[in-house]
């Protein structure tokens, strides 16, 4: 599975520097000099003959922190022209490349997407879509059976069990939570 851990901005300089909408926790770790970073699929700059086309990797030769933003050289990308063709793209990392947090509480979102969500009981109340990264707390995304979406905090007094080898979230949620 590809892991989403940047996108490609705008061209930074004339010598095929880009600016990179950081997308991963571990943005030290992910734009290290020398780690190569698969891109979006398909993903092609213009449709024209003879027009750049985007590698399937591409190899980070440097980085820097400027302003608040990442700052990345790829190896071949010289110029100013090259990286405006590369703006878009998306960069990931394999997830068999990513080790597993060393903390047990703490879950990779891969990990948790497509896991069951269940009462203390066993009662089935569908699965885990997405996770999304709020400001107070990460949020379980929960698609319900019938099709609607539900909103759980990730939180210990309403997930009080994430089991990921048996494929299930526990939840005890409060009364109502699932009718907002």
Same mark, same amino acid.
């Given at each position: 599975? #590809? %892991?989403? $851990?940047?996108?490609?901005g /705008? +061209?930074?300089g004339?010598?095929?520097?880009?600016?990179v !909408?950081?997308?991963?926790? !571990?943005?030290?770790?992910?734009?290290? &000099?020398?780690?190569?970073?698969r891109?979006?699929? @398909?993903?092609?700059?213009?449709? =024209?003959?003879?027009?750049?086309? *985007?590698?399937? @990797?591409?190899?980070? =030769?440097?980085?820097?922190?400027?302003?608040?933003?990442?700052l990345v050289?790829f190896?071949?990308? #010289?110029?100013?022209? *090259?990286?405006?063709? #590369?703006r878009?793209?998306? %960069?990931?990392?394999?997830?068999?490349?990513?080790?597993?947090? !060393?903390?047990p509480e !703490?879950?990779?979102?891969?990990?948790? $997407?497509?896991?069951?969500?269940?009462?203390p009981?066993?009662?089935?109340?569908?699965? *885990?879509?997405?996770?999304?990264h709020a +400001?107070a707390?990460?949020? %379980?995304?929960?698609?319900?059976? =019938?099709?609607r979406?539900?909103?759980? &905090?990730?939180? /210990?007094?309403?997930v +009080?069990?994430?089991? *990921?080898?048996?494929?299930?979230? $526990? $939840?005890?949620? &409060?009364?109502g939570l #699932?009718?907002?």
């Amino acid at each position: 599975m #590809l %892991l989403i $851990v940047g996108r490609i901005g /705008k +061209p930074h300089g004339i010598r095929g520097e880009v600016t990179v !909408e950081v997308r991963t926790d !571990e943005p030290e770790a992910r734009f290290a &000099p020398g780690t190569v970073l698969r891109t979006e699929p @398909g993903a092609v700059a213009s449709p =024209e003959p003879g027009a750049y086309r *985007v590698p399937e @990797g591409l190899t980070i =030769e440097a980085a820097r922190w400027h302003q608040g933003r990442l700052l990345v050289s790829f190896e071949g990308v #010289l110029d100013r022209d *090259v990286a405006e063709a #590369l703006r878009g793209t998306l %960069l990931g990392v394999d997830s068999a490349d990513v080790a597993p947090p !060393e903390d047990p509480e !703490e879950f990779l979102d891969h990990q948790l $997407v497509g896991l069951a969500v269940v009462t203390p009981a066993g009662e089935r109340l569908g699965e *885990v879509a997405r996770i999304d990264h709020a +400001p107070a707390s990460d949020l %379980l995304v929960l698609r319900r059976p =019938e099709g609607r979406t539900a909103l759980i &905090p990730f939180v /210990k007094a309403i997930v +009080p069990e994430v089991d *990921v080898a048996g494929g299930r979230v $526990v $939840v005890e949620l &409060p009364a109502g939570l #699932l009718d907002l």
